[in-house]
């Protein structure tokens, strides 16, 4: 199955500074990459998610770049805000014949004003 | 926006007894799936339906869980003998189709087995 690795497990960054997260994945038939937002209590909400036929994709201050050769992907949020604060994780699947997400750790990301 | 529902949003129960985990998916999804999280810890899949048959499910999926969708809007997780372990946020989701595109989830059940 596959295996997914999410680093760092805490951040902490300046309003207004950058925040990066990294993952790796083991399985390189995986093709779909999604990152969810999770705040305390809550569900967790897609934020952002990349195929493997892209490179990159952004989205406002939000952007995702994979690395397919180096199994990795990572998430960049420019410019933070204190709402920016909460759990982000990573996820991996296949694309056929397995329906399920392998999700990251998890990171902790705290926006200090 | 549709939503998945869950009920109920939290559950104690004694360890020994049966749980069902109630979950709304959206409607026009045909993808069903209950993942957990134990306090602090990742989200973990446990199982995947589809066309009323589980597609896939993990190592946790054991003899002592089940899943049903008992009409055309429900979908639940039932837990025959609780564990202390078993205690979790558990989290229903759903997807239009299958692998690459997004699953939303529900807001979860937090079970406590006592």
């Known amino acids: 199955g596959e295996n997914v690795e999410q680093h760092p497990s805490t951040l902490s960054v300046q309003e207004g500074d950058s925040a990066v997260i990294k993952c790796t994945y083991s399985d390189s038939a995986s093709n779909y990459f999604p990152w969810y937002k999770q705040e305390l209590g809550k569900r967790p909400q897609l934020i952002i998610d990349i195929r493997s036929n892209v490179g990159e994709k952004k989205d406002q201050r939000i952007a995702v770049t994979l690395n397919k050769t180096a199994k990795h992907f990572s998430l960049h949020i420019t410019e933070t805000q204190p709402e920016d604060s909460a759990v982000y994780f990573c996820a991996a699947t296949l694309s056929f014949n397995d329906y399920k997400l392998s999700f990251g750790a998890g990171t902790t990301v705290t926006v200090r004003a | ?114």
């Open chain 2, 1 to 114: 926006e549709p939503e998945v529902t869950q009920t109920p949003s939290h559950q104690v129960t004694q360890m020994g007894q049966e749980v069902i985990l109630r979950c709304v998916p959206i409607s026009n999804h045909l993808y069903f799936y209950w993942y957990r999280q134990i306090l602090g810890q990742k989200v973990e899949f446990l199982v995947s339906f589809y066309n009323n048959e589980i597609s896939e499910k993990s190592e946790i999926f054991d003899d002592q869980f089940s899943v049903e969708r008992p009409d055309g809007s429900n979908f639940t997780l039932k837990i025959r003998s609780t564990k202390l372990e078993d205690s979790a946020m558990y989290f229903c989701a759903s997807s239009s189709t299958g692998t690459g595109t997004e699953a939303f989830f529900g807001q979860g059940t937090r079970l406590t087995v006592v």
